[in-house]
């Protein structure tokens, strides 16, 4: 996703990283590895332990260097934006840095935050070098960059225009999803996340979060069915700082979807839901905007955004408004990462999160994506949810004709099922598939014969929904 400048990516970024363990967990599509049925239902925790090539010295209970080294395939060590609202609290995972590049990237102007992101990369060597790249010259293009950026695996990935002369601008890309066995499925949450990176920016969303329970979330992602056995820790407040504090204290069923996917369409004959660009925006030389670009060839944007035309000169609407603020301690914290184990929260807790229960709770993915209102009208904690969140976001905004809006609403049916454990995951269709069929033994392992079998009941599932109709009960 290419948002309107550098501080927009930045802050896009950062607000992302807490939604990865919720969207791994809700797109779970791998659980046989090698004809064996696995006891985990994602694939990031093989993937990082496939790319693990720590050293001894690396994976010795002793520091390296006086810092802990994380696996190359691992959640975010670090946010980067500029935004009052993160607090160095936050920053609480160990982030292996190169000193040299960071002192370097500081001597030449980089703020402190954006200086310890591109210092982290700059930690491992990169797995794979051609040598066009490495006889590149570094001012014109970026490919040996990328050579290190691109062996470092992260669920959300940071990336610069490509080079000084490019169109392209600064982008986010968002990497924990799996693959899903449909397209109508791929579909509807690249969309889901596409739309929830424009509320996010829209209405200045507050995700903040220690990294440590993200990294926490991750490891409940991983596991079987973690849609309905786990629970997972959020902000409880994501509209705290925001564009929509007041209003949706007041008024909160307003968050809640429309009965119709035509209301509040102002313009329903438009073949693609477009707009006119606002006429405030302009071309950003420092942020490398492109005003042409959209997240979706059929969702466009009708917020007014920032638009840097010069350092130290940014203008906005009354609807948008850009805050830069100075850096005085923003180095990450050192201490170690806590660990938890938690199924449902009447297990054990854990006393390193005694005083961040009623800030960052733990909460079904249910509630964090239908919001609290459609789980449980009775319940305190009030979270919004992200689709009636994205629901306002369409509402305010006119974006979509009365067609597309039809089709992001069956898209939420299905994501909000899912969510509510109603619909399946992919994984678990094919555990149960599995475990139903005639020539499975109970003993894990998934012959030739079980597998062909599910390949083929897969490739007659697009389009027929009856085929895995567990995954389409919505």
Same mark, same amino acid.
């Given at each position: !996703?290419?948002?309107?400048?550098?501080?927009?990516?930045?802050?896009?970024?950062?607000?992302?990283?807490?939604?990865?363990?919720? !969207?791994?967990?809700?797109?779970?599509?791998?659980?046989?590895?090698?004809? #064996?049925?696995?006891?985990?239902?994602?694939?990031?925790?093989?993937?990082?332990?496939?790319?693990?090539?720590?050293? &001894?010295?690396?994976?010795?209970?002793?520091?390296?260097?006086?810092?802990?080294?994380?696996?190359?395939?691992?959640?975010?060590?670090?946010?980067?934006?500029?935004?009052?609202?993160?607090?160095?609290?936050?920053?609480?995972?160990?982030?292996?840095?190169?000193?040299? &590049?960071?002192?370097?990237?500081?001597?030449?102007?980089?703020?402190?935050?954006?200086?310890?992101?591109?210092?982290?990369?700059?930690?491992?060597?990169?797995?794979? +070098?051609?040598?066009?790249?490495?006889?590149?010259?570094?001012?014109?293009?970026?490919?040996?960059?990328?050579?290190?950026?691109?062996? +470092?695996?992260?669920?959300?990935?940071?990336?610069?225009?490509?080079?000084?002369?490019?169109?392209?601008?600064?982008?986010?890309?968002?990497?924990?999803?799996? #693959?899903?066995?449909?397209?109508?499925?791929?579909?509807?949450?690249? +969309?889901?996340?596409?739309?929830?990176?424009? @509320?996010?920016?829209?209405?200045?969303?507050?995700?903040?979060?220690?990294?440590?329970?993200?990294?926490?979330?991750? $490891?409940?992602?991983?596991?079987?069915?973690?849609?309905?056995?786990?629970?997972?820790?959020?902000?409880?407040?994501?509209?705290?700082?925001?564009?929509?504090?007041?209003?949706?204290?007041?008024?909160?069923?307003?968050? !809640?979807?429309?009965?119709?996917?035509?209301?509040?369409?102002?313009?329903?004959?438009?073949? /693609?839901?477009? &707009? @006119?660009?606002?006429?405030?925006?302009?071309?950003?030389?420092?942020?490398?905007?492109?005003? @042409?670009?959209?997240?979706?060839?059929?969702?466009?944007?009708?917020?007014?955004?920032?638009?840097? /035309?010069?350092?130290? $000169?940014?203008?906005?609407?009354?609807?948008?408004?850009?805050?830069?603020?100075?850096?005085?301690?923003?180095?990450?914290?050192?201490?170690?990462?806590?660990?938890?184990?938690?199924?449902?929260?009447? $297990?054990?807790?854990?006393?390193?999160?005694?005083?961040?229960?009623?800030?960052?709770?733990?909460? @079904?993915?249910?509630?964090?994506?239908?919001?609290?209102?459609? &789980?449980?009208?009775?319940?305190?904690?009030?979270?919004?949810?992200?689709?009636?969140?994205?629901?306002?976001?369409?509402?305010?905004?006119?974006?979509?004709?009365?067609?597309?809006?039809?089709? #992001?609403?069956?898209?939420?049916?299905?994501?909000?099922?899912?969510?509510?454990?109603?619909?399946?995951?992919?994984?678990?269709?094919?555990?149960?598939?599995?475990?139903?069929?005639?020539?499975?033994?109970?003993?894990?392992?998934?012959?030739?014969?079980?597998?062909?079998?599910?390949?083929?009941? +897969?490739?007659?599932?697009?389009?027929?929904? $009856?085929?895995?109709?567990?995954?389409?009960?919505?």
């Amino acid at each position: !996703m290419q948002p309107q400048d550098i501080s927009e990516a930045r802050k896009l970024y950062d607000q992302l990283i807490p939604l990865c363990p919720i !969207m791994l967990a809700l797109t779970a599509a791998t659980t046989i590895w090698n004809d #064996v049925l696995a006891d985990t239902d994602a694939r990031w925790e093989v993937m990082s332990a496939c790319y693990d090539d720590r050293t &001894v010295d690396e994976l010795s209970d002793m520091n390296f260097c006086g810092q802990k080294f994380r696996l190359r395939h691992s959640s975010n060590d670090l946010y980067m934006s500029l935004d009052p609202r993160l607090l160095d609290r936050y920053q609480d995972a160990h982030s292996t840095i190169d000193d040299g &590049v960071r002192e370097e990237l500081l001597h030449n102007g980089m703020d402190e935050r954006l200086a310890n992101h591109f210092a982290h990369l700059f930690a491992r060597d990169p797995l794979v +070098v051609f040598s066009k790249d490495a006889e590149s010259d570094a001012t014109e293009d970026t490919a040996l960059f990328e050579a290190v950026q691109s062996t +470092v695996y992260n669920t959300v990935r940071f990336k610069p225009p490509p080079s000084f002369h490019s169109d392209i601008g600064w982008r986010v890309e968002f990497r924990p999803m799996e #693959v899903q066995m449909t397209d109508f499925e791929n579909a509807a949450f690249a +969309v889901f996340v596409m739309l929830l990176s424009r @509320t996010i920016l829209h209405f200045d969303l507050n995700f903040y979060m220690p990294i440590s329970m993200i990294d926490e979330n991750m $490891e409940k992602a991983n596991r079987r069915d973690a849609i309905n056995r786990e629970h997972f820790r959020f902000r409880a407040d994501p509209l705290l700082g925001s564009k929509l504090k007041s209003t949706v204290t007041e008024a909160s069923p307003e968050m !809640m979807p429309p009965s119709s996917p035509t209301e509040n369409i102002s313009d329903p004959e438009s073949a /693609h839901g477009s &707009v @006119t660009p606002d006429e405030s925006k302009g071309s950003s030389t420092a942020g490398r905007s492109s005003s @042409t670009t959209s997240l979706s060839s059929s969702i466009s944007s009708t917020d007014s955004r920032p638009t840097q /035309h010069s350092a130290g $000169e940014v203008t906005a609407s009354s609807k948008r408004t850009l805050t830069d603020v100075e850096l005085t301690d923003s180095q990450p914290t050192k201490r170690s990462r806590p660990t938890e184990d938690i199924r449902n929260p009447n $297990e054990e807790r854990n006393p390193s999160h005694d005083n961040d229960d009623n800030e960052f709770p733990l909460q @079904t993915l249910s509630t964090l994506i239908n919001g609290s209102d459609a &789980v449980d009208s009775t319940t305190t904690t009030n979270f919004p949810g992200f689709i009636p969140l994205i629901t306002r976001y369409l509402d305010e905004t006119n974006t979509l004709d009365c067609t597309a809006r039809a089709k #992001v609403d069956e898209y939420f049916r299905l994501i909000g099922a899912r969510a509510s454990g109603r619909a399946w995951t992919a994984a678990k269709w094919q555990r149960e598939f599995v475990k139903g069929h005639s020539e499975y033994r109970g003993d894990s392992i998934v012959n030739q014969k079980v597998m062909y079998d599910l390949l083929k009941a +897969v490739g007659g599932m697009e389009g027929r929904r $009856e085929k895995g109709r567990e995954m389409f009960d919505f």
